[in-house]
């Protein structure tokens, strides 16, 4: 049959759509919201295509409203891991096998699939499973998934058009091969998006995947493999269970066949994870390929000459959109002592607009921190700062749990640069600021460099152009994404590739080439048109 070296379509990112009153798709999700609102579904894992049912159920209920029940799912044990590992090996040698433009295929229409007739289902999924208003789900659930799909697509084919040259008489060429074995997928619940790049990044790649999900995000995950599944994903190619953390790790990291994870989840847990990798590590046929995201203690620098109005928006937005729940979302800021009060003015401006509750209204900006445990670490560290003269609460301090686990948009003045809010993660929305004098710029970035262990993303705000180049330089190592003059969320695929280094992770950059490139190993092949029929080379040779 003909053949051809094919050009894949231009990815370019989904567009966003408004969901403003009157809008076709306002109405649509709505609609979405209150079928899916309606009725309780019943989730399975899936292993090699097949539906698998332990009859162990663990109730999916809405973060904003805990006493609803949207379904529940089948949890599973180490022997569902083990089902899933071979189901992954078994499918290997034909997925492997498979031409990548047809490989290219499934996944494009995934992406088509998500950004048109699933679009309302995963988004809807998303806000009710995960507590994500109507704006926050369309640029995740809908946008970034699709470009994650349709960008990995273009990546995959420029990574296979990359060649050695040749010399005369030979031909240089380097075969891309999947990884040696099943990949990990631990996914967070923060972003959908992510619980859909992480397995199917490596499996575009032509690898089988073993694919854990927060059992916080099961709701929308089962959407996503329901996506997988129609878009043309084989049997046994993503597998999907849900196990706890534990009776995952002893599974998979006693496998000869494990051979990579890809992962975004907390610092503590990923170095739980590298270690007992390295424990393993002579039970493995290869060296696994470890990809990690991690935590942040992002930041917002603000130099004396920013105008005070763009730095307030950049805090509401940057620090509670998604109730802070962002990996990248802003969490410490550096405010000078000249600017503070006129800052905290328009802030405080801006929090007295600020709906807070379901994601049902769509009139709310802030809704519900993803659980019990999670509100209760913040209502904690809120209390402690009220007790303690070291901080104060001067925006919200407030909480409740009744209905659902709801933390006001806070913010805490620490009157020492060092107070553990400033330091230490909290992922919710609670922003700790430090007032600096104006004359101690580089005494202050001293404190910004060294007070944390992360470093995924930060924001300056400068109107002098020397000193956007003076911070720029200073803090290079302070975050793998870094803005001038905008909030530190929202990186676009294609446009700003994500990911943190120290603390903060691999920094492979989820939604580039450099992350595809982590899952495959290449082969360099010579091939010699004339082989050599003498074994003497002429300076061997008597004068």
Same mark, same amino acid.
């Given at each position: 049959?003909?053949?051809?070296?094919?050009?894949?379509?231009?990815?370019?990112?989904?567009?966003?759509?408004?969901?403003?009153?009157?809008?076709?798709?306002?109405?649509?999700?709505?609609?979405?919201?209150?079928?899916?609102?309606?009725?309780?579904?019943?989730?399975?894992?899936?292993?090699?295509?097949?539906?698998?049912?332990?009859?162990?159920?663990?109730?999916?209920?809405?973060?904003?409203?805990?006493?609803?029940?949207?379904?529940?799912?089948?949890?599973?044990?180490?022997?569902?891991?083990?089902?899933?590992?071979?189901?992954?090996?078994?499918?290997?040698?034909?997925?492997?096998?498979?031409?990548?433009?047809?490989?290219?295929?499934?996944?494009?229409?995934?992406?088509?699939?998500?950004?048109?007739?699933?679009?309302?289902?995963?988004?809807?999924?998303?806000?009710?499973?995960?507590?994500?208003?109507?704006?926050?789900?369309?640029?995740?659930?809908?946008?970034?998934?699709?470009?994650?799909?349709?960008?990995?697509?273009?990546?995959?084919?420029?990574?296979?058009?990359?060649?050695?040259?040749?010399?005369?008489?030979?031909?240089?060429?380097?075969?891309?091969?999947?990884?040696?074995?099943? %990949?990990?997928? /631990?996914?967070?619940?923060?972003?959908? *998006?992510?619980?859909?790049? &992480?397995? #199917?990044? +490596?499996?575009?790649? =032509?690898?089988?995947?073993?694919?854990?999900?927060?059992?916080?995000?099961?709701?929308?995950?089962?959407?996503?493999?329901?996506?997988?599944?129609?878009?043309?994903?084989?049997?046994? %190619?993503?597998? /999907?269970?849900?196990?706890?953390?534990? *009776?995952?790790?002893?599974? &998979?990291? #006693?496998? +000869?066949?494990?051979? =990579?994870?890809?992962?975004?989840?907390?610092?503590?847990?990923?170095?739980?994870?590298?270690?007992?990798?390295?424990?393993?590590?002579?039970?493995?046929?290869?060296?696994?390929?470890? %990809?990690?995201?991690?935590?942040?203690?992002?930041?917002?620098?603000?130099?004396?000459?920013?105008?005070?109005?763009?730095?307030?928006?950049?805090?509401?937005?940057?620090?509670?959109?998604?109730?802070?729940?962002?990996?990248?979302?802003?969490?410490?800021?550096?405010?000078?002592?000249?600017?503070?009060?006129?800052?905290?003015?328009?802030?405080?401006?801006?929090?007295?607009?600020?709906?807070?509750?379901?994601?049902?209204?769509?009139?709310?900006?802030?809704?519900?921190?993803?659980?019990?445990?999670?509100?209760?670490?913040?209502?904690?560290?809120?209390?402690?700062?009220?007790?303690?003269?070291?901080?104060?609460?001067?925006?919200?301090?407030?909480?409740?749990?009744?209905?659902?686990?709801?933390?006001?948009?806070?913010?805490?003045?620490?009157?020492?640069?060092?107070?553990?809010?400033?330091?230490?993660?909290?992922?919710?929305?609670?922003?700790?600021?430090?007032?600096?004098?104006?004359?101690?710029?580089?005494?202050?970035?001293?404190?910004?460099?060294?007070?944390?262990?992360?470093?995924?993303?930060?924001?300056?705000?400068?109107?002098?152009?020397?000193?956007?180049?003076?911070?720029?330089?200073?803090?290079?190592?302070?975050?793998?994404?870094?803005?001038?003059?905008?909030?530190?969320?929202?990186?676009?695929?294609?446009?700003?590739?994500?990911?943190?280094?120290?603390?903060?992770?691999?920094?492979?950059?989820?939604?580039?080439?450099?992350?595809?490139?982590?899952?495959?190993?290449?082969?360099?092949?010579?091939?010699?048109?004339?082989?050599?029929?003498?074994?003497?080379?002429?300076?061997?040779?008597?004068?």
């Amino acid at each position: 049959m003909p053949k051809g070296i094919y050009n894949v379509p231009t990815a370019v990112n989904e567009p966003i759509l408004s969901y403003a009153p009157g809008s076709p798709e306002r109405a649509e999700l709505q609609a979405t919201i209150k079928e899916m609102r309606s009725k309780q579904i019943d989730v399975p894992m899936y292993i090699g295509g097949e539906e698998v049912r332990t009859g162990n159920l663990f109730a999916m209920t809405p973060p904003h409203d805990h006493q609803h029940v949207l379904g529940h799912y089948h949890q599973g044990g180490k022997e569902h891991i083990q089902m899933a590992i071979d189901a992954a090996l078994a499918a290997k040698p034909a997925w492997e096998a498979m031409a990548w433009e047809h490989r290219a295929s499934i996944f494009l229409k995934a992406a088509e699939l998500i950004s048109g007739p699933y679009r309302q289902k995963l988004n809807a999924a998303t806000m009710l499973g995960q507590s994500k208003n109507a704006f926050q789900a369309e640029i995740d659930s809908a946008c970034e998934i699709a470009d994650f799909l349709r960008f990995n697509v273009q990546y995959m084919t420029d990574i296979y058009k990359q060649q050695p040259v040749s010399s005369k008489g030979i031909w240089n060429r380097v075969e891309q091969r999947p990884l040696e074995g099943f %990949v990990f997928a /631990l996914t967070p619940f923060n972003f959908t *998006a992510i619980a859909g790049n &992480l397995p #199917s990044a +490596p499996a575009m790649m =032509g690898n089988c995947i073993v694919w854990k999900p927060s059992k916080t995000a099961v709701y929308s995950a089962q959407v996503l493999m329901e996506v997988f599944q129609k878009a043309g994903v084989p049997a046994g %190619v993503i597998n /999907l269970v849900y196990v706890s953390g534990p *009776a995952a790790s002893e599974v &998979l990291f #006693s496998s +000869p066949d494990f051979a =990579g994870i890809h992962f975004t989840g907390s610092t503590g847990v990923f170095q739980d994870i590298w270690k007992n990798i390295g424990n393993n590590i002579h039970k493995f046929k290869s060296y696994p390929r470890i %990809v990690g995201e991690t935590g942040g203690k992002d930041y917002i620098f603000m130099h004396p000459s920013a105008p005070a109005k763009e730095v307030a928006t950049a805090i509401t937005r940057g620090a509670f959109e998604y109730q802070g729940q962002k990996c990248s979302a802003a969490s410490r800021a550096f405010i000078p002592a000249s600017k503070y009060d006129e800052v905290m003015a328009y802030v405080h401006e801006d929090l007295k607009k600020i709906k807070m509750g379901g994601t049902e209204d769509f009139t709310n900006f802030v809704n519900a921190v993803i659980d019990e445990a999670s509100f209760d670490k913040l209502a904690s560290a809120i209390d402690a700062a009220k007790a303690s003269p070291d901080a104060e609460i001067v925006a919200g301090g407030t909480y409740d749990k009744s209905v659902g686990y709801f933390i006001a948009p806070t913010i805490i003045r620490a009157k020492k640069h060092d107070y553990i809010t400033m330091e230490e993660e909290l992922f919710g929305p609670v922003l700790t600021i430090y007032v600096y004098e104006d004359d101690k710029v580089d005494e202050t970035l001293d404190i910004l460099d060294k007070g944390s262990m992360y470093a995924l993303t930060g924001a300056i705000f400068a109107d002098c152009r020397y000193a956007i180049e003076k911070l720029v330089k200073r803090l290079t190592h302070t975050a793998g994404n870094f803005y001038i003059n905008d909030k530190p969320t929202g990186a676009v695929v294609g446009q700003q590739p994500f990911g943190g280094g120290r603390g903060s992770g691999t920094n492979d950059k989820a939604g580039s080439m450099i992350n595809l490139l982590r899952w495959v190993s290449p082969r360099t092949i010579k091939e010699t048109f004339v082989p050599a029929t003498d074994y003497m080379y002429p300076n061997f040779l008597e004068d």
